[in-house]
């Protein structure tokens, strides 16, 4: 399905965003390398790798709301989602506890910048 013409993205939006998402890979592959080689290889935890990539389809499926510039949050909101965010992955790298690590990303997801 196309996006309306006044939703479609710009490749002047993709390039402000590409930071951003350097960013988060530079952050997160390290710690799902680690869920890959580790906690995923359990049969338990075998469901983590199809949850990232459902995860990562509704992203990709809500992209227009992503990017559209209309939906800022307060400054002060979104920067205390940020500072939460990155509390929780500095906490839960150093400590070695990967929830808080994972978790932190779904703060940053949160955030409208």
């Avoid at 002047?12 to 580790?38: C, D, E, R, S």
């Avoid at 509704?58 to 965010?85: C, E, R, V």
């Amino acid at each position: 399905m196309a996006l309306a013409p006044s939703k479609q993205i710009s490749n002047q939006q993709w390039l402000t965003w590409l930071p951003i998402f350097g960013g988060l890979l530079a952050l997160y592959v390290p710690t799902f390398l680690n869920l890959a080689n580790g906690i995923w290889q359990e049969d338990e935890y075998a469901h983590g790798p199809i949850i990232l990539i459902v995860i990562l389809w509704l992203i990709w499926d809500k992209k227009s709301f992503l990017f559209d510039s209309q939906n800022n949050t307060a400054p002060l909101a979104g920067f205390s989602l940020l500072a939460a965010g990155l509390l929780l992955y500095i906490l839960g790298r150093s400590q070695g506890i990967t929830i808080l690590d994972v978790g932190s990303l779904f703060l940053y997801l949160q955030v409208r910048y």
